[in-house]
């Protein structure tokens, strides 16, 4: 059981790719971009970018011009495998394992998502944006090895869908040739751990910042996914629980359209190996604010930190 859940995560992760025909023939030509800027816009539930990219780091400014809430997670696939083996292998178990959550028959769920191919668990989540809201523009440096990576989104729609089987879900391919970029230099730096939570060492005052996440360890949580860091501006009368409960997936209204009220999600980075650091801009305003991690029970974990902005 715990392997088929193990499994399912790493399934839920990734959620894309191919087929095992290696024929690199097959492959588009590359279409190399030299500026450290890679623009990734959503007008719907799409991902329009380049398709080729320089490995090394990388700074992605994602732009949500929808009127959903997205992200986008890079997954590195393993040799041979595709978005096509994803669609055909992936998205059957996770599709039906949604649908028995939402009827509350959790068993019928994990039965479906122990369907998973054994590939799946192969996939390296290599980071990404954090959450952002509709008309939210959020920018994140990531660095990528090179070879094949899935970008995806698998927030979910209103009826339970996830965005992967409605196009949130592109090939990405990394050259071997370096892009020769460093990293930025952050104004504030966070870590994360499975132990020890999300945290900083800063006050926080109105302006633009750089903050890098160092990812000191990485596990499986409770809903398949590891953790990861998500900056969220809160209105007067956010509730909390609510935002808790949302962030977890694998609950019948996680991570779903709507959003929870008084909540606007400004990026972050995505779910990273242990060991990696990840970079994102965000301008903060006064206010009051949260860095929340997309797994189950956040505050107990240290992973809901809420913070003020004043002048
Ligand atoms: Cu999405």
Known sequence: MKTKLILIAIIFICCMSCKTDKKQNNLPEPEIKESNLIEIITNNMDFQSIDTILSGWNTFEYINKSTQAHFFLL?????????????????????????????????????????????????????????VSPNQTSITTVKLEPGLYIMECYVKMANGKFHTSMGMAKELYVLEKDSGYSPPNADIHLTISSTEGINYDHEFTPGDYIF????????????????????????????????????????????????????????????????????????????????????????????????????
């Open 75 to 131: 997954d590195k696939y393993p040799e041979g495998k595709r978005l096509k083996n994803t669609i055909e292998e992936v998205w059957p178990p996770f599709d039906n394992g949604m649908e028995f959550i939402m009827q509350g028959k959790m068993d019928e769920a994990m039965s479906e998502f122990g369907k998973l191919p054994e590939w799946f668990g192969q996939i390296v989540f290599t980071g990404g944006s954090g959450l």
């Open 212 to 311: 890098s996440v160092y990812y000191k360890d990485q596990i499986v949580h409770e809903n398949f996914v590891g953790h990861d860091v998500n900056l969220v501006k809160l209105a007067n009368n956010t509730n909390l629980e609510k935002l808790e409960t949302w962030m977890n997936w694998a609950t019948p209204t996680g991570l779903m359209d709507p959003l929870p009220e008084g909540v606007i999600f400004l990026g972050g980075t995505n779910d990273s190996p242990a060991g990696s650091t990840q970079y994102f801009k965000a301008s903060l305003e006064s206010g009051n604010y949260a860095f929340i991690s997309e797994v189950p029970h956040t505050s107990k974990k240290g992973m809901l930190k809420t913070f003020t902005v004043s002048e």
